[in-house]
């Protein structure tokens, strides 16, 4: 089995890695991951990976933990894996997603960024790293002709 991430209050390298595996295989299964990210409870400093995709309403959040355990199942011996008690799954109704498009950051965000100790659109950010927000799927009326609003997938 693979090698579980123990999470401190600090983010680490293999805690970037284990997110963008586990990001790209949830691609690889067409899970509809349309923002993703991990986030650093200012009380408990603890930090949550979160993934919002539109079948955590359709499905149920049930079925969606159950498509990222089998991912974790199915993970090579020498590869690190997070626990689903370190993952939340969202629909698109997230608080943070909404903050941010509230904040109108959505226009100039690109994935793959860190910030924090920040409030956006109301809500107080500690600490978060971001892969994935795409602006389009998550209806922030961003014009079609405009592209950098959009973080495609992460490359194989």
């Given at each position: ?13 293999e ?59 199915s ?82």
């Amino acid at each position: 089995m693979a090698k579980e991430i123990f999470m401190t209050q600090w983010f680490s390298q293999e805690m970037l890695l284990a997110g963008e595996s586990l990001i790209k295989r949830l691609d690889e299964t067409d899970s509809q991951v349309q923002a993703a990210f991990w986030i650093l409870d200012a009380e408990d400093k603890t930090w949550k990976l979160t993934i919002v995709s539109p079948l955590v309403e359709s499905e149920g959040p049930k079925s969606y933990y159950r498509r990222i355990d089998n991912i974790n199942e199915s993970a090579k011996a020498d590869e690190y894996v997070i626990a689903l008690h370190d993952i939340n799954v969202s629909d698109t109704d997230n608080r943070i997603v909404k903050a941010m498009k509230r904040s109108m950051l959505g226009n100039s965000i690109l994935g793959n960024n860190r910030f924090g100790r920040n409030t956006l659109g109301g809500v107080y950010i500690e600490d978060m790293y971001l892969y994935r927000m795409d602006w389009a799927l998550l209806g922030n009326n961003v014009p079609s002709t405009t592209t950098e609003n959009t973080v495609p997938p992460l490359s194989p």
